[in-house]
T-cell receptor, first 112, second 114 residues
């Protein structure tokens, strides 16, 4: 089955700096890669996603890049703010298989 | 829409007792997923349904776990008998079968088995 590895497990940045979280996946048939943000005591919330026919996608301060050849994808957060502090999860799935395989999560802390 | 609704939010039970977790998916979503989250194992898929039919239950840990979806607006996850190692946060999520594959998660049920 699919295996998704996520790095780093913890990340601390100064407010205003950028944060980058990286994931690799094992199944070359995977074609959908979402990112979720989980705040304390809440369920994960979808923040951005990308499909395999696109190399990059941006939404305000958040961007995701995908390298299908290398089987890795990354989340970029620019101009970080304290409210960006949370656990971030990457995930992957194949087209017809709806189930997502999640990475192990990254605890992002934005220091004021 | 109120989102995915899970109940209870917290459950504390004694080892050996039956536990039932409940989920109401978003109206119109035809996929429903049950995940378990622990520090050691992260987010694990237990089972998912499509149009109320179980599609893949290979993640269900053992026969003590069972899940049902009697209609499009309700699903249950049952553990009988419960054990301390079942302590975790259980999430329900739903998604639409058309277009976007993104899940909407509920707030989770924190289960503690003592």
């Amino acid at each position: 089955g699919e295996n998704v590895e996520q790095h780093p497990s913890t990340l601390s940045v100064q407010e205003g700096d950028s944060a980058v979280i990286k994931c690799t996946y094992s199944d070359s048939a995977s074609n959908y890669f979402p990112w979720y943000k989980q705040e304390l005591g809440k369920g994960p919330q979808l923040i951005i996603d990308i499909r395999s026919n696109v190399g990059e996608k941006k939404d305000q301060r958040i961007a995701v890049t995908l390298n299908k050849t290398a089987k890795h994808f990354s989340l970029h957060i620019t101009e970080t703010q304290p409210e960006d502090s949370a656990v971030y999860f990457c995930a992957a799935s194949k087209g017809s298989a709806r189930q997502l395989t999640f990475g192990s999560g990254t605890q992002l802390t934005v220091l004021p | 829409d109120a989102g995915v609704i899970q109940s209870p939010r917290h459950e504390v039970t004694e080892m050996g007792q039956e536990v039932t977790l409940r989920c109401k998916p978003i109206s119109g979503h035809d996929y429903l997923f049950w995940y378990r989250q622990t520090m050691m194992r992260g987010l694990e898929l237990l089972i998912y349904f499509n149009n109320n039919v179980p599609i893949d239950d290979s993640g269900m840990p053992e026969d003590r776990f069972s899940a049902k979806m009697p209609n499009a607006s309700f699903s249950t996850l049952k553990i009988q008998p419960s054990e301390p190692r079942d302590s975790a946060v259980y999430f329900c999520a739903s998604s639409s079968g058309v277009g976007n594959y993104g899940y909407t998660f509920g707030s989770g049920t924190r289960l503690t088995v003592v």
